[in-house]
């Protein structure tokens, strides 16, 4: 496992690697090269490329503690409706929309890539809101968190429908009535 200051420097290099080169230009020798770090001591702690990215994107998603940062304010609606929010601005800001689709696909075909992801970020996310949603009695709170989450990941994935202003709340909405009327 690399030291936090070369994780760090790893983090930043393909990071901007990625932004100047996008996905498929990104090699272990040029995160390497970028980040002032041996090739091997990449590989000791990543996988691959892909890998690398991952940990880069999973990092900016921790809050200071190292969790998966889920709002809890006490209201639950004003917070799923922030979560929902932050996830739309994370998957399509102009910056990051590119490297999440190519880690995406990734997923599909690399499984130590998706049981990161799972681990590591979706995994965690779906808890945190299964417990939000299970603190406000609803029946059946782990399907509640896919029901929030799905939507926004099958929108933005395929593209079916532009996000806008207004969708977070409504989607936020529909998804409170059918948890808590047993939908």
Same mark, same amino acid.
């Given at each position: 496992?690399?030291?936090?200051?070369?994780?760090?420097?790893?983090?930043?290099?393909?990071?901007?690697?990625?932004?100047?080169?996008?996905?498929?230009?990104?090699?272990?020798?040029?995160?390497?090269?970028?980040?002032?770090?041996?090739?091997?001591?990449?590989?000791?702690?990543?996988?691959?490329?892909?890998?690398?990215?991952?940990?880069?994107?999973?990092?900016?998603?921790?809050?200071?503690?190292?969790?998966?940062?889920?709002?809890?304010?006490?209201?639950?609606?004003?917070?799923?409706?922030?979560?929902?929010?932050?996830?739309?601005?994370?998957?399509?800001?102009?910056?990051?929309?590119?490297?999440?689709?190519?880690?995406?696909?990734?997923?599909?075909?690399?499984?130590?890539?998706?049981?990161?992801?799972?681990?590591?970020?979706?995994?965690?996310?779906?808890?945190?809101?299964?417990?939000?949603?299970?603190?406000?009695? *609803?029946?059946?709170?782990?399907?509640?968190?896919?029901?929030?989450?799905?939507?926004?990941?099958?929108?933005?994935?395929?593209?079916?429908?532009?996000?806008?202003?207004?969708?977070?709340?409504?989607?936020?909405?529909? *998804?409170?009535?059918?948890?808590?009327?047993?939908?």
């Amino acid at each position: 496992m690399a030291r936090a200051s070369t994780r760090a420097r790893v983090h930043a290099a393909v990071l901007s690697l990625a932004a100047e080169s996008g996905f498929g230009g990104l090699t272990m020798e040029g995160i390497a090269a970028r980040a002032g770090a041996g090739k091997q001591t990449l590989y000791r702690t990543w996988s691959s490329p892909a890998a690398v990215l991952l940990d880069a994107l999973l990092e900016q998603s921790l809050d200071a503690s190292g969790e998966v940062a889920i709002p809890d304010t006490g209201d639950l609606r004003a917070d799923l409706d922030t979560l929902v929010r932050g996830m739309i601005a994370e998957l399509t800001a102009p910056a990051t929309d590119r490297l999440l689709r190519a880690v995406t696909a990734e997923l599909q075909t690399d499984p130590a890539i998706g049981a990161e992801v799972l681990d590591r970020l979706l995994g965690p996310q779906l808890r945190a809101i299964a417990d939000r949603l299970a603190r406000a009695d *609803v029946e059946c709170p782990e399907d509640g968190a896919e029901l929030l989450l799905g939507p926004v990941f099958h929108r933005w994935l395929l593209r079916t429908r532009p996000f806008t202003e207004d969708w977070p709340a409504a989607h936020v909405e529909r *998804v409170l009535r059918a948890v808590s009327s047993g939908g």
